[in-house]
């Protein structure tokens, strides 16, 4: 049969994972063990073939499974400065840590919990005896939920078993769901620039703005049932030369205007205006 003070000592005063003496920083999981934070970390660090399966922390997937405590101390408690020579009684009842608010030992005999939200440990009594929504200690709001009983019974760690894998359930579908979102805002931007703008052609339809400033719209054809079939893309040379041709009919624009381009008739000259060939271009004068 085991010792009963011998199962709280190893419990309460040692490490979970390494069984070395709890020393700060002291982290916790969701199943209410207790851990070194540093053999937390190697545990996690160590990817060896030949790691040995602990189940102590076979839960403990990274460090964010784990919650570092914010523990009161006892100021009864003198440490193991007395004992060190072995001529003094070891109490074991006498804790290094307590309860801030009913000032109870943390050495097993009562029931400990902390808050998963700030880490803040009370004992079982303090949260019922003063009923509150927020942590006593620091004021961080917190739910039935997150708190995480310390080494309790079976019965405890079967419930915080199922809360935990609903919590981390709950997380993937989270993270899935952003995912999802943050793809289609994605598809959406890059169809929101595929899609053609006003300036870009719809229906077959083109428009163009001549050198006058005037818009003229230009329809892309199919292939004809006579066999004549215009390139799309390309403008149709009746097209073209009336583009050319109506700056010069224009009524609208000036002589002066109309002078720039060489379609007017000044830029027509004859024979014997033009110079030789040799000195001077054809449009020299």
Not at 191 to 197: L, R
Not at 250 to 262: L, P
Request: net charge positive; hydrophobic share 30%.
């Amino acid at each position: 049969q085991v010792d009963k003070n011998a199962e709280l000592v190893a419990r309460w005063y040692y490490c979970a994972l390494s069984q070395e003496k709890l020393r700060r920083p002291i982290v916790a999981c969701e199943l209410g063990r207790l851990y070194n934070k540093d053999a937390v970390i190697e545990f996690l660090l160590d990817k060896s073939a030949d790691k040995a399966p602990m189940e102590a922390a076979s839960h403990i997937k990274s460090i964010k499974n784990v919650t570092e405590l914010n523990l009161a101390d006892n100021p009864a408690w003198s440490g193991d400065k007395e004992s060190i020579k072995g001529d003094k009684y070891d109490d074991i009842q006498s804790a290094r840590f307590i309860c801030p608010v009913v000032g109870l030992e943390m050495n097993g005999r009562h029931r400990f919990c902390f808050l998963r939200n700030c880490g803040c440990v009370f004992s079982e009594r303090a949260l019922k005896e003063i009923k509150a929504e927020v942590c006593h200690k620091c004021g961080v709001p917190f739910q039935e939920e997150d708190v995480i009983i310390l080494n309790g019974n079976k019965e405890d760690v079967e419930v915080l078993k199922k809360r935990m894998e609903d919590r981390r359930l709950k997380s993937k579908l989270e993270k899935k769901s952003k995912k999802c979102k943050s793809a289609e805002s994605a598809s959406r931007q890059e169809t929101a620039e595929d899609s053609p703008g006003p300036s870009k052609a719809k229906n077959g339809k083109d428009c163009i703005k001549s050198s006058s400033g005037e818009k003229r719209q230009i329809i892309f054809t199919k292939s004809s049932d006579n066999g004549n079939s215009s390139v799309p893309g390309k403008v149709s040379k009746a097209a073209s030369t009336a583009t050319k041709r109506s700056i010069a009919d224009s009524e609208e624009k000036s002589e002066a205007y109309k002078s720039i381009f060489t379609s007017h008739s000044s830029a027509k000259r004859s024979k014997e205006e033009c110079s030789n060939w040799v000195t001077h271009t054809a449009y020299y004068f």
